[in-house]
């Protein structure tokens, strides 16, 4: 079936260093490819997308490519700031349909906290 | 617009009670979902549908019900709560069928079963 892998956390940074939040999936289809952000006490907002190989979603100084080759959407962000602290979600959604139709499926969720 | 909205916040019930949890959306979305969050797994898929009167199971549809009346409106329904049905429980839409398109999640209701 298809699934979403990220890096263990929680990830602590300093405020300004750099991030990067690995995800890989496996798909039995072709995936659209998505970063969610849930902050304290919120729902989920999405991040950025992308929606096919080589695509490079952005948002807020976030980054993340869609790689085909190596099934990887890694997230990376050049300058942490303290309000980036939140709990970030890799996910993936089928763009036909079958058996996981309209479903995302996610990762398991990467904490991280961004101290001053 | 105020998006999608989900009551209550916070419940807690005891095992064996039943009970809805409302989701609206005034977007005019087609398309609606629940879904349950837990701690480490990521979010779950249990209900979806992609209109009005049409509705189907997802991934973990046991001990939950739906409908979809309007257009507006998927509430959630708990038969008999069990304490395994303690999670947060978030309602998401999108504007069509189409999957590649942004799913919008509304706040969560955090749900406790005694």
């Known amino acids: 079936g298809d699934s979403v892998t990220q890096m263990e956390g929680p990830v602590t940074l300093s405020e300004e260093a750099f991030l990067t939040i690995n995800c890989t999936y496996t798909?039995?289809?072709?995936?659209?490819l998505f970063w969610y952000v849930q902050y304290p006490g919120e729902g989920l907002q999405l991040l950025l997308k992308?929606?096919?190989?080589?695509d490079k979603g952005s948002n807020k100084g976030f980054e993340a490519t869609y790689r085909k080759e190596t099934t990887s959407f890694h997230l990376e962000k050049g300058s942490v700031q303290v309000s980036d602290s939140a709990v970030y979600f890799c996910?993936?959604?089928?763009?036909?349909?079958?058996?996981?139709?309209?479903?995302?499926?996610f990762g398991q969720g990467t904490i991280l906290t961004v101290h001053p | 617009n105020a998006g999608v909205t989900q009551t209550p916040k916070f419940q807690v019930l005891k095992t064996g009670q039943s009970m809805t949890l409302q989701c609206a959306q005034d977007?005019?979305?087609?398309?609606m979902s629940w879904y349950r969050q837990d701690p480490g797994m990521g979010l779950r898929l249990i209900h979806y549908?992609?209109?009005?009167?049409?509705?189907d199971q997802g991934e973990v549809p046991n001990g939950y019900n739906v409908s979809r009346s309007t257009t507006e409106d998927f509430p959630l329904r708990l038969l008999s709560a069990a304490p395994s049905q303690t999670s947060v429980y978030f309602c998401?839409?999108?504007?069509?069928?189409?999957?590649?398109?942004?799913?919008?999640f509304g706040p969560g209701t955090r749900l406790l079963v005694l």
């Open positions: 549908s992609v209109g009005a009167g049409i509705t």
């Open positions: 798909a039995t289809g072709y995936p659209s």
């Open positions: 996910a993936l959604i089928l763009n036909a349909g079958g058996t996981s139709y309209g479903k995302l499926t």
């Open positions: 977007m005019n979305h087609e398309y």
């Open positions: 998401a839409s999108r504007r069509t069928r189409t999957n590649r398109e942004t799913q919008y």
């Open positions: 992308a929606t096919k190989a080589d």
